[in-house]
């Protein structure tokens, strides 16, 4: 019997659960992934307390994922470079502290020494990271896979490590080809010139400390800074709260109800 409907609840659920998250995902867990440098402290209290939930609905993380997929798939198709990439290598470091330093890079170049992550976004935030470069979220995850893959070579590999540089691959997905207005290629390449491995560690050291402070005092950490607002005066929406974040359920600044898709507290 033919199912349309059925079919497509389907297609969905295997593109969510073929592109579901490979890091950790139990609470109470201290380790500290890549991206979590670059994100917001609230965020990382938040998936230490709860863990990560699995998406229940294609969204922007979903998006992504598909692509490194995608790139995984190409890289082993290719008999011209299949060797000269690796994929998805993850490797931990314990700092002092107690905290582990967990990442997962999607793509090493070991030919030309690049780490190269994959990124799907927009021609504003190609923008946004062309401005603000090492700062910017992607460059501070990448700066975390360089100092991570350095260990890797040292301690695992046992060789002399080369320090890699650090590279995104971005997909404009809203690149059209029909737009007066295009800025970049539908894939794009920036490269980000990071950190030293003594300023990587030290940042990475400090924030998990920040964050284990709140931990002890059982106190949550501040607002986000930047939600990401869209729309006009008195109907806007933190986009970063509807699609980017996986806890706002739990967020005391942010409310969901089937009548308001947001309140946030008169105060802020």
């Not at 030290?202 to 990401?228: A, G, R, S």
Request: net charge neutral; with cysteine.
């Amino acid at each position: 019997m033919n199912n349309t409907k059925q079919a497509i609840k389907d297609y969905e659920l295997m593109l969510l659960n073929g592109a579901r998250y490979s890091g950790n995902s139990q609470n109470n867990k201290k380790i500290f992934s890549a991206s979590m440098l670059g994100s917001d402290l609230l965020q990382a209290y938040y998936k230490y307390k709860y863990g990560y939930t699995e998406d229940t609905k294609f969204e922007a993380n979903t998006f992504g994922s598909i692509y490194q997929l995608g790139v995984d798939k190409a890289i082993e198709n290719s008999d011209m470079f299949s060797l000269q990439y690796k994929s998805a290598l993850r490797h931990e470091v314990k700092l002092p502290n107690g905290w582990t330093i967990s990442g997962e890079m999607d793509q090493i170049d070991t030919k030309n020494k690049v780490i190269i992550d994959n990124k799907v976004t927009t021609s504003t935030t190609i923008d946004s990271i062309r401005k603000e470069g090492k700062n910017h979220n992607y460059g501070l995850q990448l700066a975390v896979y360089k100092w991570l893959l350095y260990d890797y070579q040292k301690n695992v590999l046992n060789q002399e490590p080369d320090e890699y540089k650090t590279m995104l691959a971005i997909i404009d997905k809203k690149h059209s080809l029909f737009s007066k207005k295009i800025k970049y290629d539908m894939l794009t390449f920036v490269e980000i010139n990071t950190y030293s491995l003594e300023e990587i560690e030290l940042m990475l050291v400090n924030k998990t400390n920040e964050l284990q402070q709140y931990i002890d005092l059982n106190e949550e950490p501040p607002m986000c800074e930047n939600l990401f607002w869209y729309g006009q005066k008195g109907s806007r929406k933190p986009m970063k709260c509807l699609h980017y974040c996986d806890f706002s359920h739990h967020c005391k600044y942010y409310k969901n109800s089937e009548k308001d898709t947001l309140n946030i507290l008169m105060d802020l």
